[in-house]
C-alpha cells in the first residue's frame, strides 16, 4: 500500500501578498541605491579624472620649473668649468715656461763654474781673487737663487694645476649628474597617460632617505662653484706672480752676466797691457843685455890690451936693470918706467873691477830677462784663459725672459 507524502505547509493568500510587496520594495530599494551608486560612482569618476589631471599639470608644471633649475645651474656650472679649463692650460703653459727657464739656466751655471774652474788655472802672481773670480762667484750664487725660486714656482704651480684638476673633477661630475637628471626628468616630462613603456612599480612612491632637500642641492653646486672660482682667482694670481719672477729672475741673471763681463773684459784688458808693459820691458832688457854683453866684451879686451904694455914695461925695467955701474941712474925714464907700472896695474884694476860690476850686472839682466820673461808666460796663459776660454764660452750664453 502506498506511502503518502506529506505536503509542504500552504501560505495564505495575504502571505503571499506580503511577501510580494516585500520583494518589490527590496527590489526597488536596492535599484534606488544601485542608482544612487552609479550617480556617486559618476561623480567620483569626474572628480578624481580633474584631480589627477590637476595633479598631473601641476606635475609637469614642477618638472619644468625642475628642468628649469637643472638647466641654470649646468649652465652655471658649465660655465665656471669652461673659464677654469682655460685657466688651467694658461697655468700649464706657465708652467711649462718655468720649466723651460729651469732648463736655461743650466748652461750659464755651468759656464760660470767652468770658468771659475778654468780659471784655478792661472799660475803665479796672476792666481789673484779679482774682480772677475768675485762676479763669478756672486753669479753662481744669483743662478743658484734663481733656479731654487724658480723649482719652488714650479713645485707651487704643480700644486695649483692638481687643485684645478680637482675643482674641475667636482665640476664634471655635477655636470654629469645634472646632464643625467635632464635626461630623466626630461623623459618623465615626455610620458604620457598612455605611453607604450608604462609599467606598476611597487614600492617607488617613497622620499628616499638619500635624497637631499633642494636647498642642499643647490648650495652643493653653489659650493662647486665657489670652490672652483677660487682656485680659478687662485691660479691667476699665481700666474702673475709667476711672470713676475720669470722676469725678474732673468733680469738678475742678465744683470749680473753683464757684471762678469765688464769685469772679466776690464780684467783682460789690465792683464793685456800689464803683459805688453812687461814684453817692453824685456825688449829693453834684452837690448841692454846685449849692450852689457859687448861693454864685457869691450873691457875684457881692454884689459887684455894691457898686457902687452905691462909686458914693454916690464922688460924695459928689467933691461934697464942691466945697466953698467954708474950707469945704473935713477933717472926720469926709471922713475916714469915705475910710475907706469903703477898707472896699468891699477888701470887693470880698475877695469877688472868694472869687468866684474858688468857681469854680475849681466847675472841680473839675464835674471830679470827670464823673470819678465816667466811673467809674460803667466800673463799669456792668464789671457788665455779669460779672454779665449772664459769669455769665449760666455758668447753662448743666452738668459731670456720665458
Not at 628616499?208 to 677660487?230: G, H, L, R, Y
Amino acid at each position: 500500500m502506498a506511502k503518502l507524502v506529506q505536503a509542504p505547509p500552504k501560505f495564505t493568500h495575504p502571505e503571499w501578498n506580503v511577501s510580494n510587496q516585500m520583494k518589490y520594495a527590496n527590489a526597488e530599494a536596492e535599484r534606488s541605491a544601485a542608482e544612487r551608486l552609479i550617480e556617486e560612482s559618476k561623480r567620483l569618476d569626474d572628480d578624481t579624472r580633474a584631480k589627477t589631471r590637476k595633479t598631473q599639470r601641476d606635475v609637469n608644471k614642477k618638472l619644468d620649473q625642475r628642468l628649469d633649475d637643472i638647466k641654470y645651474w649646468e649652465t652655471e656650472v658649465n660655465d665656471k668649468l669652461d673659464e677654469l679649463k682655460v685657466e688651467t692650460d694658461n697655468l700649464l703653459a706657465f708652467r711649462t715656461r718655468v720649466e723651460k727657464a729651469l732648463e736655461g739656466c743650466r748652461e750659464p751655471l755651468h759656464i760660470a763654474q767652468q770658468c771659475l774652474i778654468n780659471r784655478q788655472k792661472r799660475i803665479g802672481i796672476d792666481l789673484v781673487h779679482d774682480d772677475a773670480e768675485r762676479e763669478l762667484l756672486k753669479e753662481v750664487e744669483v743662478i743658484q737663487g734663481s733656479m731654487a725660486l724658480l723649482e719652488r714656482t714650479r713645485e707651487q704651480a704643480t700644486e695649483q694645476i692638481r687643485l684645478n684638476r680637482k675643482a674641475k673633477y667636482n665640476l664634471e661630475k655635477d655636470l654629469a649628474d645634472k646632464f643625467a637628471a635632464l635626461s630623466i626628468d626630461g623623459h618623465n616630462k615626455e610620458l604620457k597617460n598612455y605611453s607604450a613603456e608604462l609599467h606598476f612599480k611597487d614600492g617607488v612612491a617613497k622620499i628616499d632617505a638619500n635624497s637631499v632637500t633642494p636647498q642642499s642641492w643647490e648650495s652643493f653646486s653653489n659650493k662647486n662653484i665657489e670652490d672652483a672660482e677660487k682656485q680659478r682667482h687662485n691660479s691667476v694670481g699665481l700666474r702673475t706672480l709667476m711672470d713676475g719672477i720669470l722676469q725678474s729672475t732673468a733680469n738678475d741673471m742678465n744683470k749680473q752676466k753683464e757684471s762678469v763681463d765688464i769685469a772679466l773684459n776690464r780684467r783682460i784688458d789690465e792683464t793685456r797691457d800689464s803683459k805688453e808693459k812687461l814684453e817692453d820691458h824685456l825688449s829693453k832688457v834684452v837690448k841692454q843685455i846685449q849692450e852689457m854683453e859687448d861693454n864685457i866684451s869691450r873691457l875684457t879686451k881692454a884689459i887684455e890690451d894691457k898686457q902687452n904694455p905691462m909686458m914693454l914695461n916690464q922688460t924695459r925695467l928689467e933691461n934697464r936693470s942691466y945697466r953698467p955701474n954708474v950707469e945704473l941712474c935713477s933717472d926720469a925714464v926709471q922713475y916714469r918706467l915705475v910710475q907706469e907700472v903703477t898707472e896699468i896695474g891699477v888701470s887693470v884694476a880698475q877695469l877688472q873691477e868694472r869687468l866684474a860690476q858688468s857681469q854680475e850686472s849681466l847675472k841680473g839682466l839675464v835674471r830679470r830677462q827670464l823673470d819678465l820673461e816667466e811673467d809674460i808666460k803667466v800673463k799669456a796663459n792668464t789671457l788665455f784663459i779669460d779672454e779665449t776660454e772664459c769669455m769665449g764660452m760666455r758668447k753662448s750664453i743666452s738668459i731670456q725672459a720665458y
